[in-house]
T-cell receptor
Framework: NAGVMQNPRHLVRRRGQEARLRCSPMKGHSHVYWYRQLPEEGLKFMVYLQKENIIDESGMPKERFSAEFPKEGPSILRIQQVVRGDSAAYFC????????????FGDGTRLSIL | AQKITQTQPGMFVQEKEAVTLDCTYDTSDQSYGLFWYKQPSSGEMIFLIYQGSYDEQNATEGRYSLNFQKARKSANLVISASQLGDSAMYFCAMREGSKGGYNKLIFGAGTRLAVHP
């Protein structure tokens, strides 16, 4: 009974490159939440997706960031033209349905920008 | 606006003693939920305990208990019989409801707990 799976665990990119972070929800879950944790801070909500739909992207920067959750495969958080300030830990959580609160997070992806 | 406040940046406790980590919250919602997470140095977020606003009893999970005082809007985490492995960052979070019927979490800044032998 696997939990939320995120990969890669660590990702290093140079400024200007693209970063792709993947999140596979728990089995039977069709809703995914992405959060970002800057150094020495708590997690902050970025985006909430249902299969093939973005429900709430109010916490996501307007430029360079995008997220998707296709019908098949994991949810992807994509950061284009990365900058030093994108260095953070990115976590996702999943839930089985809209009103069900997510509790469990994946282990996160630590993104480092050189 | 909903807000979570953790006023203790760092705490020290002797092994086998109990420790309380403070958390206060601010919300105008009648229905809400409060969570505590542990983040060890390895970085993962470990769910510890949950308290719903309508739960009459304080939540307990093994050595963890949540001291929920609704009138004071506080949800303190109590760890009994501290162990060296409890050394970690601890985050308090609140479920923020939305008109869309889904829930996202807002987090406090965290408290770093160090357990000494």
């Amino acid at each position: 009974n696997a939990g939320v799976m995120q990969n890669p665990r660590h990702l290093v990119r140079r400024r200007g490159q693209e970063a792709r972070l993947r999140c596979s929800p728990m089995k039977g879950h069709s809703h995914v939440y992405w959060y970002r944790q800057l150094p020495e801070e708590g997690l902050k909500f970025m985006v909430y997706l249902q299969k093939e739909n973005i429900i709430d992207e109010s916490g996501m920067p307007k430029e360079r960031f995008s997220a998707e959750f296709p019908k098949e495969g994991p949810s992807i958080l994509r950061i284009q033209q990365v900058v030093r300030g994108d260095s953070a830990a990115y976590f996702c959580a999943s839930s089985p349905q809209r009103g069900h609160q997510p509790q469990h997070f994946g282990d996160g992806t630590r993104l480092s920008i050189l | 606006a909903q807000k979570i406040t953790q006023t203790q940046p760092g705490m020290f406790v002797q092994e086998k003693e109990a420790v309380t980590l403070d958390c206060t919250y601010d919300t105008s919602d009648q229905s809400y939920g409060l969570f505590w997470y542990k983040q060890p140095s390895s970085g993962e977020m470990i769910f510890l305990i949950y308290q719903g606003s309508y739960d009459e009893q304080n939540a307990t999970e093994g050595r963890y208990s949540l001291n929920f005082q609704k009138a004071r809007k506080s949800a303190n985490l109590v760890i009994s019989a501290s162990q060296l492995g409890d050394s970690a960052m601890y985050f308090c979070a609140m479920r923020e409801g939305s008109k869309g019927g889904y829930n996202k979490l807002i987090f406090g800044a965290g408290t770093r707990l160090a357990v000494h032998p």
